[in-house]
């Protein structure tokens, strides 16, 4: 008496790469003897013992249940539409690594009863893959030549390739394929170029680059004696800022102590109009108390020999007036009371 038979037996293990799509076979062959209602679960097998299979989808009585497993909601379905068909296999959409595990597909037809468990393993492809260099680019030094990508199943596998020039790695180079780093020793000004590292594992592959510019050692002496002349310069700059500035305050300051001594009650200067006013007044008085006959002996005094404001008569000076050639005016008409002066004549007698 046959059974019920699944029949999709020959391959138990699948590795798929992250995103994609997987389809876990499940084909089964009904015998006349299975007369019950047909039942179809898949479920994940922990891989802890203690703890309990979680049910992913189920079909049933002619109806789908895929509510059973949050984290594949909406990814899960039957590959056929109509499951009766004998073909109860799952389609599994946008792979994750957390999907990776032991699946089982159970087949139930009373008295018929069958299951098969498949292996899945997610890997994640190589990605964001970056390439540096280590150590001095100069002749005659060691270089290392770094690649390492941030994403990515193991085993990953390093290939440094050249890009450029004779398009072979240089005879003295040494690659590590597993950590990635390429070491140039005593390099030469023939390494320089491009080199390209492809990473590479069984669901994909990723690359990066990086130029390598091998040139001549640096003079050293020259850069911190350029270094020292421009430190010295920016100093000399600084002190003639600060001088400047500390300049510019005290005439400020010099200025504002000049202003503030500056008294408003002290009287200004007397300037030169003045004195001659003053100077010329007293002649006009001593004018006024002359007889006409006295005015003969005057000699008036011209205006441009008007004396300054800093002449000072001596004690006991007197002046000599000598005679006059000019007539004096005739004061009677001008109203004034003639007053005799008393004259002094050349041999000192009072006339």
């Known amino acids: 008496t046959r059974s019920l038979q699944i029949t999709s037996t020959e391959q138990s293990m699948f590795e798929k790469a992250q995103g994609e799509k997987v389809t876990l076979p499940c084909t089964f062959v009904l015998s006349e003897e299975d007369e019950g209602p047909l039942d179809i679960e898949w479920v994940i097998i922990p891989a802890d013992n203690q703890k309990k299979d979680q049910t992913i989808i189920v079909?049933?009585?002619?109806?789908?249940?895929?509510?059973?497993?949050?984290?594949?909601?909406?990814?899960?379905?039957?590959?056929?539409?109509?499951?009766r068909s004998g073909d109860g296999s799952l389609d599994i959409l946008n792979l994750k690594s957390a999907d990776t595990g032991t699946y089982q597909c159970k087949v139930k037809k009373a008295p018929g009863v069958q299951s098969q468990k498949i292996q899945l393993?997610?890997?994640?492809?190589?990605?964001?893959?970056?390439?540096?260099?280590?150590?001095?680019?100069?002749?005659?030094?060691?270089?290392?030549?770094?690649?390492?990508?941030q994403e990515g199943s193991p085993l990953l596998s390093y290939d440094w390739r050249r890009?450029?020039?004779?398009?072979?790695?240089?005879?003295?180079?040494?690659?590590n394929r597993d950590t990635g780093e390429l070491l140039l020793k005593n390099a030469s000004q023939d390494y320089s170029g491009t080199y390209n590292c492809v990473v590479s594992n069984r669901v994909g592959t990723d690359e990066c680059s990086i130029r390598l510019n091998v040139t001549p050692p640096i003079n050293t002496a020259g850069i911190i004696a350029g270094a020292v002349i421009g430190i010295l310069l920016g100093l000399s700059l600084l002190a003639l800022l600060v001088f400047c500035c500390c300049k510019k305050h005290r005439d400020k300051k010099y200025e504002k102590e000049v202003h503030h001594d500056i008294r408003e009650d002290v009287p200004p200067p007397k300037s030169r109009s003045s004195t001659a006013r003053s100077y010329i007044g007293s002649n006009r008085s001593s004018l006024g108390s002359m007889s006409p006959s006295n005015m003969e002996g005057y000699t008036k005094t011209p205006y441009s020999q008007v004396p300054s404001e800093d002449f000072e008569r001596t004690p006991g000076q007197n002046q000599t007036f000598a005679p006059s050639k000019v007539a004096a005016p005739n004061l009677s008409r001008m109203g004034a009371v003639p007053v005799m002066i008393p004259a002094q004549s050349k041999d000192g007698s009072i006339v």
Do not use: W
Request: overall charge positive; aromatic content about 8%.
């Open 59 to 83: 079909y049933s009585v002619d109806r789908i249940y895929n509510h059973y497993y949050t984290p594949m909601t909406g990814r899960v379905q039957f590959a056929s539409l109509d499951p």
């Open 121 to 149: 393993v997610v890997l994640v492809k190589p990605a964001r893959t970056k390439c540096s260099i280590e150590g001095s680019q100069e002749i005659g030094k060691d270089v290392v030549l770094k690649c390492k990508s």
């Open 163 to 175: 890009a450029s020039g004779t398009l072979e790695l240089p005879t003295t180079s040494m690659q």
